[in-house]
């Protein structure tokens, strides 16, 4: 008769694959994050005042912001012509996939911030270039003007 020999236990192991894939999938969302987030920096400029300035209740997702000062035009950190501008406006237009109910997906919406100095005939061509658009809205940035 054989003798029983001493029960080896195996040792308990950690899977650390599932740990590490998440890890790597944080890694590439924070890294994405970052460059969206780096991207939407603006120059602060002085805009121009308005009693009826009121705040921007619906943070729209489907806007493209412009930034006009006396220099030109700027998209982020860019710097463009009016053809340009206009180009990648119709770019984000031609690019909006439908809601997912299946509906036309809503208005882009041209955010334009022009500095207080900057002159009339620069945003002109911006204004008629949305109302030829179809199916946008056109938004000028403005400061409160304080009462005194």
Request: aromatic share 8%; net charge negative.
């Amino acid at each position: 008769m054989k003798t029983p020999r001493q029960l080896t236990r195996s040792e308990i192991e950690f899977n650390l694959t599932p740990m590490i894939d998440i890890v790597f999938l944080l890694i590439i969302f924070f890294l994405v994050a970052s460059h969206f987030v780096t991207r939407s920096r603006e120059e602060t400029i002085t805009l121009p005042e308005s009693q009826f300035a009121k705040a921007d209740s619906d943070a729209h997702a489907h806007a493209l912001v412009v930034t006009v000062k006396k220099e030109g035009y700027w998209m982020g950190e860019d710097r463009l012509t009016l053809d340009q501008v206009i180009a990648r406006f119709q770019l984000a237009q031609s690019q909006r996939a439908p809601s997912q109910d299946g509906s036309p997906a809503g208005p882009l919406e041209w955010k334009v911030r022009a500095a207080a100095d900057a002159p009339y005939r620069l945003l002109k061509p911006l204004i008629l270039a949305c109302a030829q658009t179809p199916e946008s809205t056109f938004k000028l940035a403005v400061d409160q003007a304080s009462e005194n």
